[in-house]
């Protein structure tokens, strides 16, 4: 690692996940304010990865996850507001506008065996289910929103989904 910020104010290193190859994480700037870092643990593979807000101004990107070799995390720009992101390639690419609202709700959370997907009466596709660490778990659905996660270890997952050609992420915890 390195003194990414030179001088008496630190960089505030936060959100730290590694892939195996690289550790990601946020990191603070005066040049690029708080932006996605990357090192595989030397001073000279320590770099600043994307750079969202391009100046002084700050992503603060967050949430940041591994799933399927690509790099996930939240930032904030200017243009997009604050959504999910996605790297691939060392490029990276907003993920299809994400639902805000109640496009998409889950019951009962916390669960055990299933969970209800409640979308309106718009469809749905379940996408991926996600640990905290970013592994894809197998899971079942039925065609009535009702998704199977008993065979899940207890702890906090992300549903991604698609509703109407949008990407929708939803938290819930499994008992």
Not at 25 to 33: D, H, K, V
Not at 76 to 83: I, K, L
Not at 147 to 162: K, M, Q, R
Request: hydrophobic share 35%; charged share 20%.
């Amino acid at each position: 690692m390195s003194d990414i910020n030179e001088g008496q104010v630190g960089s505030f290193p936060a959100y730290f996940i590694a892939d195996g190859e690289k550790l990601y994480f946020s990191a603070y700037t005066a040049e690029s304010g708080a932006e996605v870092w990357a090192t595989e643990g030397t001073a000279s593979t320590t770099k600043l990865l994307f750079d969202m807000e391009l100046g002084q101004k700050s992503s603060n990107p967050s949430s940041f996850m591994i799933c399927n070799g690509e790099l996930l995390f939240l930032a904030e720009t200017t243009s997009s507001g604050r959504q999910l992101w996605s790297s691939k390639k060392r490029e990276v690419t907003g993920i299809e506008e994400a639902y805000e609202g109640e496009a998409l709700t889950l019951y009962p959370n916390p669960v055990s065996d299933f969970i209800y997907v409640n979308s309106g009466n718009k469809y749905f596709k379940p996408l991926r289910i996600a640990n905290m660490s970013g592994k894809l778990v197998p899971f079942q659905h039925d065609r009535i929103g009702r998704i199977h996660v008993g065979n899940l270890t207890p702890g906090l997952y992300i549903l991604i989904a698609e509703v109407e050609k949008k990407v929708v992420v939803r938290k819930f915890l499994k008992r």
